[in-house]
T-cell receptor, first 113, second 112 residues
Framework: DAMVIQNPRYQVTQFGKPVTLSCSQT?????MYWYQQKSSQAPKLLFH???????NEADTPDNFQSRRPNTSFCFLDIRSPGLGDAAMYLC????????????FGSGTQLSVL | DAKTTQPNSMESNEEEPVHLPCNHS???????IHWYRQLPSQGPEYVIH???SNVNNRMASLAIAEDRKSSTLILHRATLRDAAVYYC?????????????FGKGTLLTVNP
């Protein structure tokens, strides 16, 4: 089945050590999103790509960056993870248009030691 | 972004209908009403969406008030697998800055 795949499922990193999370999709969707979800909280949008156009949320820290080398792949880079960055990171995709149904991956649970 | 208000939690019994309310008094004319749910340790999944008319699909029904300031997600027969956090979200109209902003959602507990 066409899917949104996030690897790895669990990621452990050290305080201040750069980490990259990956997302791939077989849906050929134009839009890809990254959400951060902390424990018992709602998912919070960090940024999204509309094709190659990057759209950053105003309150997303500079510590978070993203790359989209092609339609299928999108990466989330955390340059210097802090303890407060421990969370589930969710990737989602959608088509363009007035009503966009989002397809989510299973997420990557990031731990910062 | 237009906001939604949902109860923090609701409880239901298995095989009974569940009505999950959502208020969105500042909805704009072009906002779609989306419902997603998130099962434990999984990413959110799409449930249903609507604009003005009531909608049905294999998962649920969506009842939208005539003034569009509120909506209700209806699960016709709750099962244990329906236990999840349900999010009511307004989606702004098209364009490159389209995004879905999640609110706190309703935690649905289903009792056997």
């Amino acid at each position: 089945d066409a899917m949104v795949i996030q690897n790895p499922r669990y990621q452990v990193t050290q305080f201040g050590k750069p980490v990259t999370l990956s997302c791939s999709q077989t849906l050929n969707h134009n839009v890809m999103y990254w959400y951060q979800q902390k424990s018992s909280q709602a998912p919070k949008l960090l940024f999204h790509y509309y094709d190659k156009d990057f759209n950053n949320e105003a309150d997303t820290p500079d510590n978070f960056q993203s790359r989209r080398p092609n339609t299928s792949f999108c990466f989330l880079d955390i340059r210097s993870p802090g303890l407060g960055d421990a969370a589930m990171y969710l990737c989602a995709t959608s088509r363009t248009g007035l009503m966009r149904k989002l397809f989510f991956g299973s997420g990557t649970q990031l731990s910062v030691l | 972004d237009a906001k939604t208000t949902q109860p923090n939690s609701m409880e239901s019994n298995e095989e009974e209908p569940v009505h999950l309310p959502c208020n969105h008094s500042t909805i704009s004319g072009t906002d779609y009403i989306h419902w997603y749910r998130q099962l434990p340790s999984q990413g959110p999944e799409y449930v249903i969406h609507g604009l003005t008319s009531n909608v049905n699909n294999r998962m649920a029904s969506l009842a939208i008030a005539e003034d569009r300031k509120s909506s209700t997600l209806i699960l016709h027969r709750a099962t244990l697998r329906d236990a999840a956090v349900y999010y009511c979200i307004l989606g702004n109209s098209g364009g490159s800055n389209y995004k879905l902003t999640f609110g706190k959602g309703t935690l649905l507990t289903v009792n056997p």
